[in-house]
Structures are given as structure tokens and as C-alpha cells.
């Protein structure tokens, strides 16, 4: 095999790997993906976060989301929480959710990168992410319902004692 062969070959095993990463990073396949519904407003597919792991990484790293696409924290149990936007470089509107599917807060378009904590303010049981302006595109407002929250009962979430993405506090 001459040189020319040899880049060509390098080329294309290059994008292979390329393609996967991308296939990857983009959660194209996604174990926990399913869809609520906002008040009749709107319909979201998400992607659930349960355990430790997925509740930590969330949207981190993307540097895109689909329109009506988002994440839902399931934390199990109600309890105060704070998120942040470490690592994440789309701006988002977060809504925390009570255990009975009721929206007690939303923070719109939260500023990407930042390391600020996030807080509920009150016990939730879950939080979603969604992409930046949906709130006030879709009129989504405190005290809205969103059905479909609770996942399969054989695949409980895990309760945490600690909040997700917490922040550390500097000495």
C-alpha cells in the first residue's frame, strides 16, 4: 500500500471514531427517554436523570439541545436541592417540580458556564431542564402541572442526602 492509501485509510478511520463520539455525546440512544406533557401546553421529550452519575453530568458538555427536548432530575424523595450551569454552554430555563408534578419555581435562561448555585427554595422532588426561552414562549408559569413524572416503580430512583451539582464552597 502506497502513502496515499495509507492516509486515505487513516482519513476515514478518523471519521469513523468521529461519528461515534458524536453518536455518543449526543445521547442519540438513551436509556431513560420519554415524554411529559406541560399543562396541555406543550410536550417534552426528555431524558430522565435518576441515579448519581446521570444527576451529575446532566446537560454538561452539549453544546446543543433540540427544541421541546430536556432533562428531568428524579431525586427520588422531596428535598432542597441547587443546581448550576458548570460545564454546560447552552443557556437553559430550569423549572423545580414538586413531588405532585406542580412547578414551585422556574429560573429562565440561566447563564451558561456559570458556577453559581441554582437553589429551589423549597423541598422538589424533580428538576427539568429545558432549552432557554420555552417558558416564556410556551407561557409556562409557577403552579403548572406536568404529568408523566414518575418512572417505572421497579426502577426507583436512588434518594440523595446531598444536593446535585453542589457547589464548593470556597475557604
Same mark, same amino acid.
Given at each position: ?66 427544541? +421541546? ?16 450551569? +458548570? ?78 451539582? +453542589? ?5
Amino acid at each position: 500500500m502506497d502513502k496515499r492509501g495509507v492516509f486515505y485509510n487513516f482519513i476515514f478511520i478518523y471519521k469513523i471514531i468521529f461519528i461515534i463520539f458524536l453518536l455518543i455525546d449526543s445521547k442519540i440512544v438513551f436509556a431513560h427517554e420519554r415524554t411529559v406533557h406541560i399543562s396541555d401546553k406543550v410536550c417534552i421529550s426528555i431524558e430522565t436523570a435518576r441515579t448519581s452519575e446521570e444527576r451529575k453530568k446532566g446537560l454538561m458538555f452539549r453544546r446543543t439541545i433540540s427544541p +421541546k427536548h430536556g432533562m428531568l432530575f428524579d431525586f427520588g424523595v422531596s428535598q432542597p436541592v441547587s443546581m448550576w450551569m +458548570k460545564n454546560t454552554y447552552i443557556s437553559l430555563d430550569i423549572l423545580f417540580i414538586s413531588e405532585e408534578g406542580k412547578i414551585t419555581r422556574i429560573v429562565p435562561k440561566t447563564l451558561p458556564l456559570s458556577t453559581e448555585a441554582i437553589p429551589s427554595k423549597a423541598p422538589v422532588r424533580f428538576v427539568l431542564e429545558i432549552p432557554a426561552g420555552m417558558c416564556q414562549k410556551y407561557t409556562i408559569l409557577v403552579g403548572d402541572s406536568i404529568t408523566e413524572l414518575h418512572t417505572n416503580k421497579s426502577k426507583k430512583p436512588v434518594p440523595v442526602k446531598t444536593h446535585s451539582k +453542589k457547589r464548593k464552597k470556597s475557604s
